[in-house]
């Protein structure tokens, strides 16, 4: 089995739950299940955030012109329901199913078109930063797949590859080890340690060492905070840390 981990960075009006996000930076929409056949897609996601931002979520999945996951630019025709199976102040949860078009495209059709039946997808949506992660044979086509992805996002999104990786062996660090952290990710915390951003004082703020990578400061935040999650995941779990790994980091 593969591990494919890539992230799509949505133009301002190209996606309502990105617009929506970005008008919310605190606020998350992560999958809790995701599944598609040949004409269907149906998934369940959790959103956090403050009530407004649950509200603009819920509307932009609910009354948008066209489902929140279809790539294509204008209402496709396809036929969507979204229900709120729970809600409470800082979370809440929707069911969403989808019915597409000859002309509908979406990342899980893309991808069983190319990787086979059987994927499986995790998302993660933070601002206008969407990653996806799928588990597939391997036997596909992965270059078919992000050739197809690319025509089908047009100008509305920029593509990053995260990580490809057996998911029998894990991603090598530079020691040899399991990094557990995408390549993107491990050189913007490099860059944070080397540029100061974490001396108190800061040396450098985000916007300064956005600039000096060439990245949107999105972007290098949704790094650096994914980043952090790792590390701070790993710490509470009790696995050590290597401080020379850090420190080269």
Not at 214 to 232: F, G, I, K, N, Q
């Amino acid at each position: 089995m593969r591990e494919l981990v890539f992230a799509l960075e949505y133009e301002a009006g190209c996606n309502r739950v990105a617009d929506a996000l970005a008008d919310h930076s605190d606020a998350r929409v992560r999958s809790l299940s995701l599944h598609a056949t040949a004409d269907q897609l149906w998934r369940v996601d959790h959103a956090t955030g403050t009530p407004d931002a649950l509200d603009a979520i819920e509307d932009a999945f609910r009354n948008s012109d066209y489902y929140a996951d279809c790539l294509a630019t204008e209402d496709c025709g396809a036929t969507q329901t979204t229900r709120v199976l729970d809600r409470t102040d800082d979370t809440l949860i929707l069911y969403s199913d989808w019915e597409r078009t000859p002309t509908c495209a979406s990342v899980p059709h893309i991808a069983r078109d190319h990787l086979g039946d059987g994927v499986l997808f995790e998302t993660r949506h933070e601002g206008r930063h969407y990653t996806w992660r799928l588990i597939h044979s391997g036997e596909g086509d992965v270059a078919a797949f992000f050739d197809s992805l690319g025509v089908a996002v047009g100008e509305c999104a920029q593509m990053e590859m995260l990580r490809t990786a057996d998911t029998t062996t894990g991603a090598g660090g530079r020691d040899g080890k399991p990094s557990g952290l995408p390549p993107a990710q491990e050189a913007a915390l490099q860059a944070a340690v080397e540029h100061g951003y974490y001396e108190s004082p800061r040396e450098v703020d985000v916007g300064e060492l956005a600039e000096h990578l060439d990245v949107p400061r999105s972007t290098l935040t949704y790094r650096l905070r994914r980043a952090e999650e790792h590390l701070a995941k790993q710490h509470i779990a009790g696995e050590p840390v290597a401080e020379e790994r850090l420190a080269s980091h």
